[in-house]
């Protein structure tokens, strides 16, 4: 139980472009959902954390402009790195909060962005 | 603002027997939960054991335990028996009330198990 899957697992961009990351929550239901940055050899920091249906807390230093953050369902959301440059490029992992289990977070396997 | 701090970047042992790991933190709140997370090379983030501020006994989950030292703020993980397995980059997390915030790690320890 508690999986949490992202997709895509690895993605390349080009410059100016736009990228979705997903995050869902296959076994349980997530009324909130956080999306954590990882730089090489570096900790997590936490980006924003969204919580269904209503809009995304952004952590401060972090451009709510540039980082559309989704959360529509119990099980999915969705973050959107727009107009990507190389200094966007990073690890991005999501956790996800069981209702159900308040304390606990349940990671997905992270997303590594490259910008070109 | 609460921080965590880990000042080891980088821990060896060897192969079978004991490492500990130091994390201290430092929040304003009384209600807070403490964890250590495991990330191996996949980069996955795997828990490997949680601790209740207001709980006075110490977690344990098979070979690994802490030490929780509420008034000094200190939560240092114990490794017993160290396993090739082991080897992997070790964060220590803290969440406050009811888990509705986002977490806050430490740098992180790197282990190394020498065989």
């Known amino acids: 139980g508690a999986v949490v899957s992202q997709h895509p697992s690895w993605v390349i961009c080009k410059s100016g472009t736009s990228v979705k990351i997903e995050c869902r929550s296959l076994?349980?239901?997530?009324?909130?959902m956080f999306w954590y940055r990882q730089f090489p050899k570096q900790s997590l920091m936490l980006m924003a954390t969204?919580?269904?249906?209503?809009?995304?807390?952004?952590e401060q230093g972090v451009e709510k402009d540039k980082f559309l953050i989704n959360h529509a369902s119990l099980t999915l959301s969705t973050l959107t790195v727009t107009s990507a440059h190389p200094e966007d490029s990073s690890f991005y992992i999501c956790?996800?909060?069981?209702?159900?289990?308040?304390?606990?977070?349940?990671f997905g396997p992270g997303t590594r962005l490259t910008v070109l | 603002a609460q921080t965590v701090t880990q000042s080891q970047p980088e821990m060896s042992v060897q192969e079978a027997e004991t490492v500990t790991l130091s994390c201290t933190y430092d929040?304003?709140?009384?209600?807070?939960?403490l964890f250590w997370y495991k990330q191996p090379p996949s980069r996955q983030m795997i828990l490997v054991i949680r601790?209740?501020?207001?709980?006075?006994q110490n977690a344990t989950e098979n070979r690994f335990s802490v030490n929780f030292q509420k008034a000094a703020k200190s939560f240092s993980l114990k490794i017993s028996d160290s396993q090739l397995g082991d080897a992997a980059m070790y964060f220590c997390?803290?969440?406050?009330?009811?888990?509705?915030?986002?977490?806050?790690f430490g740098k992180g320890t790197h282990l190394i198990i020498q065989p």
């Open positions: 956790s996800a909060r069981d209702r159900l289990v308040g304390n606990e977070q349940f």
């Open positions: 601790q209740e501020a207001y709980k006075q």
């Open positions: 076994d349980f239901q997530a009324t909130t």
């Open positions: 929040t304003s709140e009384s209600d807070y939960y």
């Open positions: 969204s919580n269904e249906g209503s809009k995304a807390t952004y």
């Open positions: 997390a803290l969440i406050s009330g009811g888990g509705a915030d986002g977490l806050t």
